[in-house]
């Protein structure tokens, strides 16, 4: 399964929930980060902000992410789509050179993945000392 995880262009993550009030994560999120590569969340509002939030990068230069900005779970179900259509109608070779151009998003996103861990308990350590 892993070589064949290499040769996909976008990881298309559904989450357990769509319409939800708040951006909610499974484990889900976490297998295109340690395997490199890139993806698209259908899940909640703004679930792209949260991971940018918690230290995350994603992937605007190359996908369009503006469903992720729809509160209307409706409209955000419609716009994902339309960018999920709009990234695997590329040519091959298109999507080849893209995953080329954010090499470094991909390298730090399964960095930061495997040392999320100790970074939440420095920041649980520190909320206790204060």
């Not at 999120?29 to 590569?37: D, E, G, K």
């Not at 040519?91 to 495997?114: A, S």
Request: aromatic share 14%; hydrophobic share 35%.
């Amino acid at each position: 399964q892993a070589d064949f995880y290499q040769q996909i262009g976008v990881d298309i993550v559904t989450e357990t929930t769509f319409n939800y009030p708040y951006p909610f994560i499974t484990e889900k999120i976490y297998r295109p980060m340690a395997s490199l590569r890139p993806f698209i969340v259908v899940g909640p509002y703004h679930t792209l902000d949260f991971l940018k939030n918690i230290g995350f990068k994603t992937f605007s230069a190359i996908i369009d992410e503006s469903y992720d900005n729809h509160a209307d779970p409706e409209k955000r179900f419609i716009s994902v789509c339309h960018t999920i259509k709009q990234f695997v109608t590329q040519p091959v070779e298109q999507i080849k050179q893209h995953l080329c151009t954010i090499e470094d998003i991909l390298i730090h996103n399964q960095n930061h993945l495997f040392n999320l861990t100790s970074i939440e308990l420095k920041k649980f350590q520190q909320a206790l000392n204060q």
